[in-house]
């Protein structure tokens, strides 16, 4: 049996798994993915999945577009740090030497000493997840009283929110978010196709439009992925003509709620953001701050001065 296919056997038993990180996530948006094994009495209690590339004569491991995890993950009866100490150097042994190899881990590497000892450098990224234990009308309360009391209202008043599988209205206003903005949209239309073929087929995506209750315009949209224990929002759009309507705002209260009522659902991820107007955001909808490592390692040191001290 090939690595991976062990890995897919292997993810079934890992609860805390990110939807990132399971196999056909990692099919739909990085082709020729691998992974590295560890076991124990012959069965698979660590891995360590990673996405190779190749530009010219240089090697180097990255995160593929719409992948926001990737790194070691253990099996719960394994998943304690003097397990980790022993496993992680198992895994990376495996793992030829890439020019550089960068990932970002998932929440539950909260321990990157068996990292540092193996060469690697780190650091701390952030990002922000509502706890949906603490149920619907807690959650409210803990909202910014100018989304409670004015921008949500407001947006009821203009719009109404829908579910859909438009995919290309979603894209049309995702990209037309970087277009204010002077940038390329940095997810392709068919990479977004690719995904959601997948994603729609596992039952794993919800689009939601806010349309314009006199003339059916987008104002904005929304794209989230789940697994079997979070909801992330992995992309937003909005018109830029029509941003202060605040529909984004009424999208992301009705996506929480639609999270509520998920089965197994614990948490409502924002995914990371270190843009200061984003952070704002996060924290106006009373999401918590959760740390998470960017972990790199480089085959010769002096390339850090390349790189300006990172990796």
């Not at 996405?51 to 593929?64: A, D, L, N």
């Not at 780190?122 to 409670?148: C, H, M, P, V």
């Not at 806010?210 to 794209?223: I, S």
């Not at 197994?264 to 984003?278: A, K, T």
Request: hydrophobic share 40%.
């Amino acid at each position: 049996m090939d690595p991976c296919t062990r890995y897919a056997s292997f993810c079934q038993k890992v609860d805390h798994l990110p939807v990132f990180m399971e196999p056909w996530y990692l099919d739909a948006l990085a082709p020729g993915w691998q992974v590295a094994l560890a076991e124990r009495g012959g069965e698979v209690v660590g891995a360590w999945p990673y996405f190779p590339k190749k530009k010219g004569p240089f090697r180097y491991v990255t995160m593929p577009l719409l992948v926001r995890m990737m790194g070691p993950v253990f099996r719960p009866d394994a998943d304690e740090d003097k397990h980790r100490y022993k496993l992680i150097p198992q895994l990376w042994k495996q793992i030829p030497r890439h020019l550089v190899f960068r990932q970002d881990a998932p929440y539950s590497l909260t321990n990157w000493l068996p990292l540092y000892w193996l060469g690697f450098r780190q650091y701390t990224r952030y990002s922000y997840r509502i706890d949906l234990s603490k149920g619907e009308q807690s959650i409210w309360d803990a909202l910014a009283a100018d989304y409670r009391q004015h921008k949500i209202p407001k947006a009821r008043n203009l719009v109404t929110v829908e579910s859909s599988d438009d995919l290309q209205a979603f894209h049309t206003v995702h990209e037309a978010t970087f277009k204010r903005q002077g940038k390329p949209c940095p997810v392709p239309f068919t990479t977004l196709q690719r995904l959601d073929k997948a994603a729609k087929n596992e039952g794993r995506r919800q689009i939601l439009l806010a349309r314009d209750l006199e003339t059916g315009r987008v104002h904005g949209a929304l794209y989230l992925i789940r697994d079997h224990h979070s909801v992330y929002l992995l992309m937003a759009g909005s018109d830029p003509e029509l941003r202060s309507s605040g529909a984004v705002i009424l999208l992301t209260w009705e996506a929480i709620q639609w999270s509520l009522q998920q089965p197994g659902i614990q948490y409502f991820d924002f995914m990371g953001s270190m843009i200061e107007p984003i952070e704002r955001v996060r924290r106006q909808f009373g999401a918590e701050q959760i740390p998470f490592f960017r972990i790199g390692h480089l085959k010769w040191g002096w390339l850090s001065l390349l790189m300006g001290g990172k990796v």
